[in-house]
Structures are given as C-alpha cells and as structure tokens.
C-alpha cells in the first residue's frame, strides 16, 4: 500500500507550512484509524529564489523590515537598512531603482538566514508549548519539488495557489489536487506575518490546532476520491 503526502506549502517554509508539517505529523501520523498511511510534510515554492536572491525587492525589503524589528541588523548595515526601508519600504517594485535594489539584495543577503533562524525559534519555542514534542519539529527553508506519492497540496493561501500551478504547467501527468487550508476548514487563510515574534508563533500554531480535526476529515475525503 502507497503512502501518500499531504503537504502545506508557503513561501520560505520558515514558519507556517513547517508548523501544520508539525502538528499534523504528531497528530495524525501513523495514526491507526486512518484507512490508509498518511505522511504530510511541507515546503516553500520560492526557496530556490530566496536561496539565490531572486525574489522581488519588496519581498526583500520586506525581511529587511523583519531584521530591523528583531534588532539582527547591526553596524553599518544598520543605517543602511534604516535608510533603503526609509525610502522605500511600501513602495512598489517599479518605482525603486535598479542601483538601489542591488543594495537592498546586498543588504538581503547578509541578514535573511539570521531573521529566518529567529523566527524558526520563535515557530519551535510555540510548538513545543502547544505539547508538540521535539523530534516532529522540522527544519526550514524546504523547496517544493514534486513527489510521485505527492497527492494533496495545501497552499496556506491564494497568492501560493498560482505559483503551484506554474510549477505544474509543464508537468500535466499526475498533478495532484490543490486546496487551500482556509478553505478545506472554512476560515480565512493564514496571513504571513514576519514579525510579531512569539505572539505570532502562538497565533500560527493555535490556528493549525484549533482546525486539526476539521481538516483531516476534509483531507481523507479528498484521498478516498484519488486512492
């Protein structure tokens, strides 16, 4: 008998897929009244840009806004960043200039790893509060890649939904079903917050728990249809 995935899937996989990865893992897995084996993990559809400093400016800006509000920027690079969000922070990605967004990668990549870390922290501190034991923490920065027991993706919300189905566009064969979390449990979808720290850790593991038991009837619904 085939395992099938179930997989969240985010931006990073720093903070929200990861933390649904957690939760339902220690949950749900191996789980003997499920009727069939279940493995549900997570991943980042835009890792590899994030790995090579391709996302857009204002994402970056964005993480540099992070850094600055976790007080992981220091030296000179902090009154660069003072200076590159005082100018350009809420701006969009037409309106700052190319020689301006070389500092803003620059800058980017020398911080992005430390704010991930943090909020990683912060993401496993809440867990293990919520009961979540150690060993179904996972780690970060996962990218998406398909898998030929991959059956359900769960984007955590819209804006993941079209980046998943670029992904698949060439591969038309045994795509599998897409849903949004939000919308298999009937709330709003989770939000990306990149700061707030441990209070935002909390509020992103309270909402994978409180839906748990809602989602997993939806999901089993949906792999009886394809099993």
């Known amino acids: 008998m085939k395992t099938w995935i179930v997989r969240a899937v985010d931006s990073g996989n720093v903070q929200r897929s990861p933390t649904f990865q957690a939760i339902f893992t220690y949950f749900f897995s191996g789980f003997n009244e499920l009727p069939f084996p279940v ?6 559809i835009d890792v ?3 790995m090579a400093n391709l996302t857009s400016a204002t994402k970056k800006l964005a993480i540099i806004n992070a850094g600055r ?6 030296g000179d690079n902090k009154l660069l960043a003072e200076e590159l969000l005082g100018k ?3 701006k969009n990605e037409m309106q700052i200039p190319y020689t301006e967004k070389e ?8 911080i992005k790893t430390d704010v991930h870390m943090l909020q990683m922290r912060f993401r496993n501190e809440a867990l293990l509060e919520a009961g979540i034991p150690e060993h ?3 780690g970060m920065r996962v990218p998406f890649r398909h898998d030929e027991n ?6 955590v919300e819209e804006s993941i939904v079209k980046k ?15 849903k949004i979390y939000g919308g298999l449990v009937g709330i709003n979808s989770l939000q990306d917050e990149l700061t707030g720290g441990i209070k935002t850790a909390r509020k992103q593991v309270n909402y994978f728990i409180d839906t748990r038991d809602k989602a997993i009837k939806e999901i089993l619904m949906l792999l009886s249809a394809v099993h």
Do not use: H, M
């Not at 493995?39 to 980042?44: I, P």
């Not at 509000?69 to 220091?74: A, G, H, P, W």
């Not at 991959?150 to 984007?155: A, K, Q, S, V, W």
């Open 103 to 110: 500092q803003i990668t620059q800058l980017y990549s020398e």
């Open 136 to 138: 179904c923490l996972p």
């Open 39 to 44: 493995v549900f993990d997570s991943a980042g």
């Open 164 to 178: 998943v189905e670029d992904y698949y566009a060439p591969l038309k064969d045994n795509k599998p079903i897409t």
């Open 88 to 90: 350009w922070l809420g």
């Open 150 to 155: 991959l059956r359900l993706i769960l984007p």
């Open 69 to 74: 509000s976790y007080d992981v920027i220091k």
């Open 48 to 50: 590899d840009k994030i």
